[in-house]
């Protein structure tokens, strides 16, 4: 389950409706909790949700007093890559699709000094967040966004889940961002020679 700002995602369902995300933000935890107790009554194996920078912060405490609770922390490496995919996805609000045919090919308008920013301010969160888990008794897996994409990556995380690994572990999510990364702005040749002379070179370079 995905617990997003304007929805709640399952898998293969979605659920907007009002009360709903009102009852959920008036007490994020004992939804959290209450979605976990029905799962596990339902027989999963294991159950799981997604938190993210910006989502309920009430859940960082939820997740802390609950040590059982296993966590896979993932990271994007690539900044530049990861501020492309935020900005596109704030412009067209489209956070993720199955279909090709709905992918926004569009370059961004975006100067280096915004995008730069917006690399930072993540790049900050990643930062704290990392030392906050550190602090923490629940067992952790550490995840590259590049890890994902490996072939033994399936196993290594039900390994660390105890669970079986299934032929079904696959995303039906179609990638929305090109691999070529400053394709997806408009200003390329400024925000080349900007990240080049920070040092981030390496950021311009395909991410996979």
Not at 146 to 161: Q, Y
Request: charged fraction near 25%; proline fraction near 4%.
């Amino acid at each position: 389950m995905c617990v997003a700002p304007h929805g709640v995602i399952g898998i293969g369902w979605v659920n907007r409706e009002a009360k709903t995300l009102l009852d959920r933000d008036i007490a994020p935890a004992d939804y959290l909790d209450e979605f976990y107790k029905w799962d596990t009554f339902s027989g999963a194996t294991a159950v799981g949700a997604k938190w993210m920078i910006g989502h309920h912060p009430e859940i960082l405490d939820y997740i802390r007093d609950n040590p059982d609770i296993r966590i896979l922390s993932l990271r994007r490496d690539n900044k530049l890559a990861q501020v492309a995919s935020h900005m596109k996805a704030v412009q067209t609000k489209q956070w993720a699709t199955r279909k090709a045919s709905e992918v926004d090919r569009e370059p961004i308008e975006a100067g280096p000094r915004r995008v730069a920013q917006v690399a930072r301010e993540m790049a900050t969160s990643d930062y704290l967040f990392t030392h906050w888990l550190k602090g923490l008794r629940n067992p952790a897996m550490h995840i590259s966004y590049r890890d994902m994409f490996s072939s033994n990556f399936n196993s290594e995380v039900c390994t660390f889940l105890g669970v079986a690994q299934s032929n079904q572990m696959a995303s039906s999510l179609v990638k929305q961002g090109s691999n070529d990364i400053l394709s997806r702005f408009k200003n390329a040749a400024a925000i080349k020679d900007y990240f080049t002379a920070v040092g981030n070179a390496g950021w311009l370079q395909p991410e996979l």
